[in-house]
């Protein structure tokens, strides 16, 4: 429940996705790593929160006890220390694994892929974390799933934010989480919850409104600056002054456009430290909408300071910054137009079929497919010893190769062979 | 335990090298498809014999009780049924789990690749076969691993073997397992385990002998259909014609050269039902060793025409074969290999550093290499703000960037940029 097989038209489409990631995050120098899909169950403990009760575990079959990996960047940082890595750009594409409720045609399943670019190292500030956002920003245009918006936000920010508001500091957290709901539910309700459920005053969230519904660029960075309490807030400031860094390096990638200051988003997770950020598409494939909508996030990712520091005896931290790829959803956004568009994506590279037009030729059919795998050409031949031109050319047309190479009697005694090419039935001897 | 990271330099070589693999099985109009590392429990039970003890299970956590799959084999055999799909050509490159007595040195892990290929549907006899010995000869020539033999039997003829040496049905399984040893120990020790162990006669364990040492080409395969004997059984003789045809469909193929005919190779598995192969590599690395050394199977395979009508509610067969290349082992030997060499693999395939050769430069920076991604060029930079020219070449030096794009406070007044060959150290402006 809650995994697929991928037939080959799946895997070839697959295929497709994950090599244009992986060429985006070969193209910024990061560098491959694998790590095992077995990980010491002690590892994740404690990483997740709430989420920890999703984790698969191994049966206790004798030796170490073990679990699924839940995400990528959890053994990265576990990688980190036992390599006594401090520095390394590093990329990783591998399944991961979730006791999830799978919710299948939105993309979200119980093992699926992540597609992971982190940065770490001690570095001046908002350099490699602007790259992350440049790296976003290239795969979505490259992938053509039309416009999306890069949501960025500082956790120092959202912090320094509720202190102004009078929360105390132990309610950072689930205060940042009901923030998190205000890109699926109205203010009202982040509200009455902030109030009900997590016991904010209905003044400190009234004060949060004001701020967490603010989204903007550059200027309203400045206008925040200026704030008379935020600017007085140690973090809030600093945060602010990292953002300001962070759209100045965006200006100069070019990339402003598509980026959103957005006080609302929180992200889930609580190991991050810094920047945080979010792409979303903004329309839906079916153009009758008038209205764009957001059809939900396809990257995010931000800065976790502190999670390698927690796999160091010594506590040493390795700062990092990092960006995930929602490679489901948008693969399934991809299927569902490829399925609309009625192209069907071939599923080998063939290049070309041996054929022959009449019996008793399969030894010159062997001999000749021989010579062409040992050219490295991409060659098939139909495993019967006397197969009917007319169904090997029809598998031509079914599988997409384009070309039939074709050795009768004739051919054979002239010593050439007759090519033919699928789609305009021209042939020519050679 | 028994599992590893794969640090960049590993991986970038196992990059290269499952490359070479895939890009063979495409070359042969295979197409990819994927399948979960989970499987239903009841889905491997029963399919390994005795190494059923070694398959990973997971824990109850309600819902479906699953393991970690052990092959690829029986997952694709899985596949074909629940697909209902009767014929396809296909490869799988995925990790596989055994919950085995670790041998790391030997590349022996719990958690490795397997690379497989593998032939389903009802075809003219021996064609697919050969294709699969074709195919391993290709993949091994191309690695340049040094010389090698593939070693190729039929369970029909070593089944007619015992059958005429008087080994009764019930132990040919037995008897098979411990012919399978004559590649490790000498036929002495062989013998008293069949009359020990396995409980055969003398007479019928000598006679065995004469026939399981016994290896070589078309002559032998002329002369074992000659056998009074051996001709007289039925399963022996089909199997005894099907190689005949196999070496013929070789011989066109131009590869019997590598081929070795071999009674004593029996494999492990329970599965196979017709034609088995497994490919060894004769010389070690060091050429001091004066005798060719085997250094074990690298490649295996075989015909199980059975495994997928067993997953099949009406029993229905679809006849398969299939080879699977042993990844782990070659890549030990490539790793070692370079090691020795000193021959230092790249892990990254960035192709120009974006330096600068003053202060305060760092905006120069950003534009450029901003347009060098967006122009498709694998680009990168330190992420220091001021970083010395020195340590921005070293940086190529030790990475093995080959170029460096400078720009300096001359070149942005000229409009220019510098670039430098970092290993020449010759400089062109443009």
């Known amino acids: 429940q809650g995994t697929r097989d991928h037939p080959p038209a799946q895997a070839a489409l697959r295929e497709r996705l994950l090599s244009a990631v992986v060429s985006c995050f070969k193209r910024h120098g990061a ?19 709430e989420d920890t009760k999703l984790i698969y575990e191994l049966q206790d079959q004798g030796g170490e006890l073990l679990a699924l990996r839940y995400d990528l960047t959890v053994p990265f940082a576990r990688y980190l220390v036992m390599n006594k890595v401090t520095n390394m750009k590093r990329y990783h594409v591998a399944k991961v694994y979730r006791r999830d409720n799978p919710a299948t045609t939105r993309g979200r399943y119980r093992e699926f892929y992540q597609c992971d670019f982190d940065i770490a190292g001690q570095y001046d500030p908002m350099i490699p974390d602007a790259e992350c956002l440049k790296i976003v920003h290239e795969i979505l245009s ?3 799933l039309g416009d999306f918006v890069i949501k960025v936000n500082d956790r120092r920010i959202l912090n320094g934010v509720f202190a102004v508001c009078g929360v105390p500091e132990s309610k950072f957290i689930p205060a940042c989480s009901t923030v998190d709901k205000l890109d699926k539910v109205p203010w009202e309700e982040v509200r009455s919850e902030m109030v009900g459920e997590k016991g904010l005053s209905p003044e400190a969230a009234d004060h949060i409104g004001e701020y967490v519904q603010l989204h903007g660029g550059l200027d309203l960075i400045e206008r925040l600056l200026q704030d008379p309490k935020l600017s007085q807030n140690k973090l809030a400031k600093e945060g602010l002054e990292d953002m300001k860094l962070l759209f100045e390096y965006l200006t100069l990638f070019g990339i402003t456009g598509k980026i959103s200051f957005d006080l609302s988003l929180a992200r889930g997770l609580d190991y991050y430290t810094g920047v945080i950020f979010e792409a979303v ?6 153009e009758h909408v008038e209205e764009p909508v957001s059809v939900g996030s396809v990257a995010g990712g931000g800065r976790y300071d502190g999670l390698v520091g927690m796999f160091d005896p010594k506590g040493r931290k ?10 489901e959803r948008i693969f399934s956004i991809l299927e569902q137009r490829l399925e609309a568009s009625g192209e069907k994506l071939r599923t080998t590279e063939t290049q070309v079929l041996v054929a022959t037009p009449q019996k008793h030729l ?20 139909l495993y019967k010893k006397n ?5 090997q050319l029809q598998y031509c047309e079914d599988t997409g190769i384009p070309l039939a190479v074709i050795v009768g009697e004739q051919e054979l005694a002239d010593g050439v062979v007759k090519l033919r090419d699928v789609a305009t039935r021209e042939e020519v001897r050679m």
Chains 1, 2 share one sequence.
């Open 318 to 327: 390795v700062p990092c910054v990092g960006v995930s790829i929602g490679i």
């Open 31 to 49: 560098a491959a790593i694998d790590t095992p899909v077995l990980e010491l169950r002690e590892t994740l403990m404690g990483k997740y929160g």
């Open 281 to 286: 598409l903004l329309h839906q494939e079916n």
């Open 142 to 144: 490259d992938l053509q």
């Open 362 to 381: 399969l030894a010159a059919r062997l001999k000749l497919i021989s010579e062409l795998w040992d050219a490295g050409i991409k060659a098939e031949m």
């Open 387 to 391: 197969p009917k031109l007319l169904k």
